[in-house]
């Protein structure tokens, strides 16, 4: 929710779309969300899932939206494994966000070299 209340007073609008893993997971969480104009709202339930519950989830933009997450935590996941964001070598706010900002450099710029080749 918070995350979201942060993207609506930077851009103005609600997102399009939410997706979040099962930590996430409760009807408040998914009416509050829809309530501040939340297209699609993509959150796995814990537990047993009851026959519309299921039907919900396995709707083909439900499945997308969990597979771009699941995406995104694996770049994060790469960017601490291969380019050292998992520790800053540097101290401070500023310190931590060069140390991000020339990790995620040398990603783009190994990348980029992998597509040129």
């Given at each position: 929710?918070?995350?979201?209340?942060?993207?609506?007073?930077?851009?103005?609008?609600?997102?399009?779309?939410?997706?979040?893993?099962?930590?996430?997971?409760?009807?408040?969480?998914?009416?509050?969300?829809?309530?501040?104009?939340?297209?699609?709202?993509?959150?796995?339930?814990?537990?047993?899932?009851?026959?519309?519950?299921?039907?919900?989830?396995?709707?083909?933009?439900?499945?997308?939206?969990?597979?771009?997450?699941?995406?995104?935590?694996?770049?994060?996941?790469?960017?601490?494994?291969?380019?050292?964001?998992?520790?800053?070598?540097?101290?401070?706010?500023?310190?931590?966000?060069?140390?991000?900002?020339?990790?995620?450099?040398?990603y783009n710029l190994t990348?980029?070299?992998?597509?040129?080749?």
């Amino acid at each position: 929710i918070p995350a979201v209340e942060q993207h609506i007073k930077r851009f103005g609008a609600p997102p399009k779309a939410v997706a979040a893993d099962r930590g996430f997971s409760s009807k408040e969480n998914e009416k509050e969300l829809e309530n501040m104009g939340v297209g699609r709202v993509s959150i796995p339930v814990k537990g047993k899932k009851s026959k519309n519950r299921a039907q919900h989830e396995g709707q083909l933009w439900f499945k997308h939206l969990q597979r771009f997450r699941a995406g995104g935590e694996a770049r994060i996941s790469l960017l601490k494994r291969k380019y050292g964001l998992n520790l800053s070598r540097y101290r401070g706010l500023v310190g931590s966000r060069t140390w991000v900002g020339l990790g995620i450099w040398a990603y783009n710029l190994t990348r980029a070299a992998q597509l040129l080749r």
